[in-house]
T-cell receptor
Framework: DGGITQSPKYLFRKEGQNVTLSCEQN?????MYWYRQDPGQGLRLIYY???????QKGDIAEGYSVSREKKESFPLTVTSAQKNPTAFYLC?????????????????FGPGTRLTVL | AQSVTQPDIHITVSEGASLELRCNYS??????LFWYVQSPGQGLQLLLK??????LVQGIKGFEAEFKRSQSSFNLRKPSVHWSDAAEYFC??????????FGAGTTVTVRA
């Protein structure tokens, strides 16, 4: 089955520790995204990547880092610099057909990782 | 900047009754609009999308949405809700840089 997997589903970390969230897709999608979800705030974009070895900051990138070494993988590291890391993190992917959004396809989402920092 | 407003934070509806969720967007050009649904603790599932053409869009699970340019709206409807429709619903608009802007979401509670 094609889809997006995120692991782990629940993650607990002590304050001050870096933690890496996994996102893998086998949809052969070009673009991948990381969102943060907090109650009552919808989804906010952290980072996105349109092609391998390239990524851009989203709206709330401070305290986060990413890499895109393979097309199917887009891990997110929540660093100790992130002031309020406890949240639900969602990964998504989409096809990129051209150079404008009109050329991209719908974003499909993984099941999410709930990170709790103690 | 492109943005989305979902005026209703929480809606309660009886099973079998109709449902309408409101979405207003702010965007200068032709918007690309989406509705997603999220069950508790889960990812988002696409219900339907509007890119162009017919302004009444049919989606999965019996949902439909109507794009009204004059009102800058993209409201989601379902004629008869089922208990399994209890979830959080998000409207989103595609920005012109591969990104989506999401509304804050509307939580739907279905009572027996």
């Amino acid at each position: 089955d094609g889809g997006i997997t995120q692991s782990p589903k629940y993650l607990f970390r002590k304050e001050g520790q870096n933690v890496t969230l996994s996102c893998e897709q086998n949809l052969n999608h070009d673009a991948m995204y990381w969102y943060r979800q907090d109650p009552g705030q919808g989804l906010r974009l952290i980072y996105y990547s349109q092609i391998v070895n390239d990524f851009q900051k989203g709206d709330i990138a401070e305290g986060y880092s990413v890499s895109r070494e393979k097309k199917e993988s887009f891990p997110l590291t929540v660093t100790s610099a992130q002031k309020n890391p406890t949240a639900f993190y969602l990964c998504a992917s989409s096809i990129v057909r051209g150079t404008s959004y009109t050329s991209t396809d719908t974003q499909y989402f993984g099941p999410g990782t709930r990170l709790t920092v103690l | 900047a492109q943005s989305v407003t979902q005026p209703d934070i929480h809606i309660t509806v009886s099973e079998g009754a109709s449902l309408e969720l409101r979405c207003n967007y702010s965007y200068g050009a032709t918007p690309y609009l989406f509705w997603y649904v999220q069950s508790p603790g889960q990812g988002l599932q696409l219900l339907l999308k509007y890119f162009s053409g017919d302004t009444l869009v049919q989606g999965i699970k019996g949902f439909e949405a109507e794009f009204k340019r004059s009102q800058s709206s993209f409201n989601l409807r379902k004629p008869s809700v089922h208990w399994s429709d209890a979830a959080e619903y998000f409207c989103a608009v595609a920005r012109n840089d591969y990104k989506l802007s999401f509304g804050a979401g509307t939580t739907v509670t279905v009572r027996a």
